[in-house]
């Protein structure tokens, strides 16, 4: 299968928390995006992060990739209620430019 | 700052009708797309569009489907007789000058089928 592999499926933390989420794939790709989707609503695109680039930050957020290991991880620092959302990776391979999406990782953040 | 806007946000319809979904991507971007994600599950690749052409398409996007940009700002897709499992939430996105930058997506529209 060409999409990304998420883990965990849900995850639940605290306000103030920091949220990890992973992505591992299986053959090599261009770059790999992450997006996150409110419930019901729109994709918002988040971070894209190319094949030669081993780690990229924007605000609370921290992607990094191993191309070695095929895998992706998602960092949100002191995360927020607001946060709660599902978090897709997104891969694109060489041949084109289409987004290959994952299941998911749905984030809930308490209160 | 520009984003890319799709109408009707929800649209309901019977077995066997046309329906056309209509975005306007963000002006000077080059590629489109659509995407279409079934409650439940994970978003689905359709279709790419550049210069005026498909690009590549997805299995599901077959001989019911079509793709166009009418006028230069819009693009549509239209369903011509549609399923059952046609309703899904459909997505828009459009990226700028190539296949792999970022790609933006719109609001959707919920598509119901009866």
């Known amino acids: 299968s060409q999409q990304g592999e998420e883990d965990p499926q849900a995850l639940s933390i605290q306000e103030g928390e920091n949220a990890t989420m992973n992505c591992s794939y299986k053959?090599?790709?261009?770059?790999l995006q992450w997006y996150r989707q409110n419930s019901g609503r729109g994709l918002v695109h988040l971070i894209l992060i190319r094949s030669n680039e081993r780690e990229k930050h924007s605000g609370r957020l921290r992607v990094t990739l191993d191309t070695s290991k095929k895998s992706s991880s998602l960092l949100i620092t002191a995360s927020r209620a607001a946060d709660t959302a599902s978090y897709f990776c997104?891969?694109?391979?060489?041949?084109?430019?289409?987004?290959?999406f994952g299941q998911g990782t749905e984030l809930s953040v308490k209160p | 700052e520009p984003e890319v806007t799709q109408t009707p946000s929800h649209q309901v319809t019977q077995m066997g009708q046309e329906v056309i979904l209509r975005c306007v991507p963000i002006?000077?971007?080059?590629?489109f797309y659509w995407y279409r994600q079934i409650l439940g599950q994970k978003v689905e690749f359709l279709v790419s569009?550049?210069?005026?052409?498909?690009?590549?398409k997805s299995e599901i996007f077959d001989d019911q489907f079509s793709v166009e940009r009418p006028d230069g700002s819009n693009f549509t897709l239209k369903i011509r007789s549609t399923k059952l499992e046609d309703s899904a939430m459909y997505f828009c996105?459009?990226?700028?000058?190539?296949?792999?930058?970022?790609?933006?997506f719109g609001p959707g529209t919920r598509l119901t089928v009866l």
């Open positions: 569009f550049y210069n005026n052409e498909i690009s590549e």
């Open positions: 997104a891969l694109i391979y060489n041949q084109g430019g289409k987004l290959i």
């Open positions: 002006s000077n971007h080059l590629y």
């Open positions: 996105a459009s990226s700028l000058q190539t296949a792999y930058n970022e790609q933006f």
């Open positions: 053959t090599s790709i261009n770059n």
